[in-house]
Protein backbone atom coordinates (compact mmCIF):
# COMPACT_ATOMS: atom_id res chain seq x y z
CA UNK A 1 0.00 0.00 0.00
CA UNK A 2 1.23 3.53 -0.94
CA UNK A 3 1.34 5.32 1.55
CA UNK A 4 1.72 9.51 1.35
CA UNK A 5 2.86 11.84 3.43
CA UNK A 6 1.22 13.58 6.20
CA UNK A 7 1.77 16.61 5.11
CA UNK A 8 0.80 15.89 1.30
CA UNK A 9 -2.26 14.19 3.21
CA UNK A 10 -2.46 17.04 5.42
CA UNK A 11 -2.40 19.58 2.95
CA UNK A 12 -4.93 17.67 0.64
CA UNK A 13 -7.40 17.17 3.84
CA UNK A 14 -6.91 20.99 3.90
CA UNK A 15 -7.61 21.97 0.23
CA UNK A 16 -10.37 19.82 -0.30
CA UNK A 17 -12.35 20.51 3.11
CA UNK A 18 -13.91 23.63 2.18
CA UNK A 19 -15.43 22.64 -1.25
CA UNK A 20 -17.86 20.24 -2.10
CA UNK A 21 -15.52 17.92 -3.90
CA UNK A 22 -14.55 16.88 -0.72
CA UNK A 23 -15.93 14.05 -0.86
CA UNK A 24 -13.58 12.89 -3.22
CA UNK A 25 -11.35 12.13 -1.44
CA UNK A 26 -10.68 8.28 -1.17
CA UNK A 27 -12.07 6.80 1.60
CA UNK A 28 -9.65 4.48 1.58
CA UNK A 29 -6.32 6.82 1.50
CA UNK A 30 -7.94 8.67 4.97
CA UNK A 31 -8.17 5.12 6.20
CA UNK A 32 -4.76 3.73 5.30
CA UNK A 33 -2.99 7.32 6.56
CA UNK A 34 -5.17 6.77 9.39
CA UNK A 35 -4.26 3.16 10.57
CA UNK A 36 -0.43 4.23 9.54
CA UNK A 37 -0.44 6.18 12.35
CA UNK A 38 -1.96 3.56 14.68
CA UNK A 39 0.36 0.94 12.96
CA UNK A 40 4.02 3.24 13.62
CA UNK A 41 2.82 3.81 17.31
CA UNK A 42 2.29 -0.31 17.85
CA UNK A 43 -0.92 -1.37 17.19
CA UNK A 44 -2.23 -4.43 16.80
CA UNK A 45 -4.96 -4.70 14.63
CA UNK A 46 -7.65 -6.81 15.06
CA UNK A 47 -10.01 -6.36 11.49
CA UNK A 48 -8.51 -8.63 8.84
CA UNK A 49 -8.55 -6.02 6.14
CA UNK A 50 -5.87 -4.33 8.66
CA UNK A 51 -4.01 -6.79 9.27
CA UNK A 52 -3.67 -7.66 5.76
CA UNK A 53 -2.69 -4.29 5.15
CA UNK A 54 -0.28 -3.16 7.97
CA UNK A 55 -0.02 -6.70 9.94
CA UNK A 56 0.74 -6.98 13.48
CA UNK A 57 4.49 -8.01 13.79
CA UNK A 58 6.19 -5.93 16.63
CA UNK A 59 2.68 -4.37 17.85
CA UNK A 60 2.47 -3.74 21.76
CA UNK A 61 -1.02 -2.39 22.46
CA UNK A 62 -4.28 -4.31 21.96
CA UNK A 63 -6.23 -1.15 22.80
CA UNK A 64 -6.34 1.44 21.01
CA UNK A 65 -6.87 4.04 24.22
CA UNK A 66 -2.99 2.75 25.40
CA UNK A 67 -1.61 3.34 22.04
CA UNK A 68 1.47 6.49 22.59
CA UNK A 69 0.52 9.17 20.00
CA UNK A 70 1.38 12.46 20.56
CA UNK A 71 -0.54 15.62 20.32
CA UNK A 72 0.22 15.88 16.79
CA UNK A 73 -0.80 12.62 15.87
CA UNK A 74 -3.99 12.78 17.66
CA UNK A 75 -4.43 16.01 16.23
CA UNK A 76 -4.10 14.00 12.86
CA UNK A 77 -6.22 11.27 13.40
CA UNK A 78 -8.87 13.76 14.58
CA UNK A 79 -8.92 15.00 11.26
CA UNK A 80 -8.76 12.41 9.28
CA UNK A 81 -11.83 10.65 11.25
CA UNK A 82 -13.83 14.61 10.41
CA UNK A 83 -13.27 13.64 7.31
CA UNK A 84 -13.88 10.21 6.84
CA UNK A 85 -17.23 11.22 8.47
CA UNK A 86 -17.64 14.04 6.27
CA UNK A 87 -17.00 12.20 3.36
CA UNK A 88 -19.44 9.21 4.45
CA UNK A 89 -16.78 6.60 4.89
CA UNK A 90 -17.31 3.54 6.54
CA UNK A 91 -15.49 2.66 9.44
Known amino acids: ?3 LALSALLSAL ?7 AAAAFPC ?3 W ?3 NAI ?3 AGYCFRTDRAIRAFG ?3 CKYDDIADVPLSARQ ?8 RQERENGCAR
Not at 14 to 20: F, G, I, M, N, W
Not at 74 to 81: L, N, Q
Request: hydrophobic share 40%.
Open 28 to 30: DEL
Open 14 to 20: LACAATP
Open 74 to 81: RATVADIV
Open 32 to 34: GER
Open 56 to 58: NAG
Open 1 to 3: MRR
Open 38 to 40: YKD
